[in-house]
């Protein structure tokens, strides 16, 4: 895909044409609503419920797959649920102590887990993928998804924690390993999901004809498919120049992203009326915050500061059960010691 500028700055584009060889099926794809298709739910059944912290985090992708379905739901705003007024009295009944939660009243079933909730929806709304093929891209998706939050997990600030530094230990690796993060590890990453999109999977995800759609194979985005655009998303708002770099093509002024495939088909679900709303708090969930931070943006710690947990009172304990262990290896040691000279006493008093 080739993007036409008039600026040489790829992330100002006021005009991008696009020529792709599945480009029309991209615009199709794009249109496309899901309806009421899906397996069948008894008459009058209750919606869906998916509760969850109002950050982005691990609430984006079920909100994006339960938006995307077509299926009845009701998210935070709608129950209505928040962490002040009900977390308190919900956390003791989950399956995991955990959120997300997905509740499904019709059936008296409380799903924890978030790739348990996602593929629960994806088997719901048929979005699971049409084919075995299909079925197991779309595990392969959610795999890598969570491959990816774990790395931004380790080495990521949020909203309540910061990196490591010399003087503070916390559960984030340190600047360093932050800017190995944008400069090796997630590179790597994007590198190898534009190979898949280029190649076994794209017959899967950029179909050559609409052929395949019309006969129902491909009635939308599959759940994995949302799931890792969620974490690429988030990527995204940290460092949007990092996550998508464009490579300068001939003398024109010419650029195109260097993931060509992958970042055609994040602009198709990006563009979604259904992707919109959940990134908007338009959907039933309401709004979720950016939880995910550059290193030196003002949004890091701007909801708590966990340091103390994790730093200095970590360490704090960890000379306390030093302490702990020196003192009963001490007792223990005079006990045997005690204990011995009472045998040998007894010994010659007998």
Not at 243 to 268: H, I, N, R, T
Not at 294 to 320: K, M
Request: some cysteine; glycine content about 8%; hydrophobic content about 40%.
């Amino acid at each position: 895909m080739v993007f036409l500028s008039f600026s040489l700055d790829i992330h100002t584009l006021e005009m991008v044409f696009t020529v792709h060889a599945h480009v029309s099926w991209l615009a199709e794809r794009g249109k496309m609503s899901l309806g009421k298709r899906g397996r069948a739910e008894p008459s009058g059944a209750p919606p869906m419920e998916l509760r969850y912290f109002p950050l982005l985090a691990k609430g984006l992708g079920p909100a994006l797959v339960l938006e995307h379905s077509g299926l009845p739901w009701r998210g935070n705003r709608d129950l209505p649920f928040s962490i002040s007024s009900h977390w308190a009295a919900l956390k003791p009944l989950t399956p995991f102590g955990q959120l997300p939660l997905l509740s499904v009243p019709s059936v008296g079933l409380e799903i924890a887990q978030t790739t348990a909730i996602l593929n629960y929806v994806g088997r719901k709304a048929c979005t699971e993928g049409a084919t075995d093929k299909a079925f197991a891209i779309n595990q392969m998706l959610i795999a890598e998804a969570e491959d990816l939050y774990g790395a931004m997990n380790k080495f990521l600030p949020t909203v309540y924690k910061r990196l490591s530094t010399a003087e503070v230990i916390t559960s984030k690796g340190t600047r360093e390993d932050y800017d190995s993060f944008w400069a090796t590890l997630l590179p790597a990453k994007l590198e190898k999901l534009e190979r898949l999109w280029a190649g076994p999977a794209g017959e899967i995800l950029f179909p050559p004809s609409l052929a395949l759609k019309a006969a129902g194979a491909h009635p939308g985005f599959m759940t994995g498919e949302l799931y890792l655009w969620s974490m690429l998303f988030q990527l995204t708002l940290v460092d949007k120049e990092a996550c998508w770099p464009s490579e300068p093509v001939g003398d024109m002024g010419m650029s195109q992203f260097k993931y060509e495939s992958l970042f055609s088909w994040y602009a198709v679900i990006e563009a979604r009326k259904c992707t919109q709303d959940v990134i908007e708090g338009r959907s039933s969930m309401g709004e979720l915050r950016q939880y995910y931070q550059h290193a030196d943006s003002g949004g890091v710690c701007s909801e708590g500061d966990e340091r103390g947990r994790w730093g200095r009172d970590l360490q704090a304990g960890c000379r306390l059960d030093l302490a702990c262990f020196i003192f009963q290896s001490f007792v223990l040691r005079c006990t045997k010691s005690y204990k011995a000279k009472a045998r040998r006493l007894d010994c010659k008093l007998h």
